[in-house]
């Protein structure tokens, strides 16, 4: 327990003995009663500036994570369209021997076919 603490508990409690004795109490109530309402004013001034500044936050964070999204997607597309752009280069790169080559590998003529199909046709 903190001195502090204590000194100030019981120096409330000694003011509140004397206040609130009979002859006073009439006189004091009214004083309470302002203090009261004022201390609810406050509570309720308190968690209506809270409330604003939690929506604030929430506003905040909403319009953090549509940038976020919108940047991981603009990122997603300039990386398919790199690779799109880099495939399309590879296939004009190709030399034109190899792309009749790949359209044409089962057409081979009698000179290409294997040895083995070439004996057996003649025999």
């Known amino acids: 327990m903190k001195p502090l603490g204590f000194a100030l508990g019981a120096l409330t409690g000694a003011a509140a003995a004397l206040i609130l004795s009979r002859p006073n109490a009439n006189r004091a109530r009214p004083v309470a009663k302002a203090a009261l309402k004022a201390a609810m004013m406050a509570y309720y001034e308190a968690r209506a500036q809270t409330a604003q500044l939690a929506e604030a936050a929430e506003d905040l964070i909403a319009e953090a994570k549509a940038e976020a ?3 991981i997607f603009a990122a ?9 752009k880099a495939a399309a280069a590879k296939t004009q790169e190709q030399p034109a021997g190899e792309a009749a080559d790949a359209k044409s590998d089962g057409s081979r003529t009698a000179e290409e076919a294997p040895p083995a199909r070439a004996a057996g046709e003649s025999a």
């Open 76 to 84: 997603a597309m300039a990386a398919a369209q790199a690779q799109a």
């Open 69 to 71: 999204a919108m940047d």
